[in-house]
């Protein structure tokens, strides 16, 4: 079975692909901390790539069935943070930023692969028992 031909693992993917990317510029940024004129760079907001994706909600088969009060409306990102400072030699990494972009990508990194673990648990157990 190709676990790439099954929604989530196919975003799980995507999500570990998007940020392995992400800690490469994060680790170039830190590495061009001093290049004179360097701008950081980073990678748009992962909210991008699930734009169109419609979230999962549960079927009601059932008229007994509890309807879910919570929005289905994805979480956003408020906005991007400006860069906090610019060295007169025009290089604009800041180390500190850098850093917690850095144990962002980390965190998120962990939380996927965590899930992704746990739904081949899933599958296993399912296979095993099914």
């Keep these: ?7 989530f693992f196919q975003l799980a993917g995507t999500r570990l692909d998007y940020l392995a990317q992400r800690q490469k510029l994060v680790a170039e940024n830190v590495v061009n901390a001093n290049t004179p004129d360097y701008q950081a760079r980073d990678l748009k907001s992962f909210d991008s790539v699930m734009e169109g994706i419609r979230p999962v909600e549960a079927a009601r088969t059932s008229g007994l069935h509890l309807v879910s009060t919570r929005s289905t409306a994805g979480f956003r990102e408020a906005g991007k943070a400006a860069l906090w400072e610019t060295t007169p030699s025009g290089n604009a990494v800041s180390l500190e930023q850098e850093m917690i972009k850095g144990s962002e990508t980390r965190d998120a990194f962990a939380l996927t692969t965590s899930l992704f673990q746990r739904n081949v648990q899933m599958l296993r157990m399912a296979w095993r028992n099914g």
């Design 1 to 7: 079975m190709d676990l790439g031909k099954i929604g």
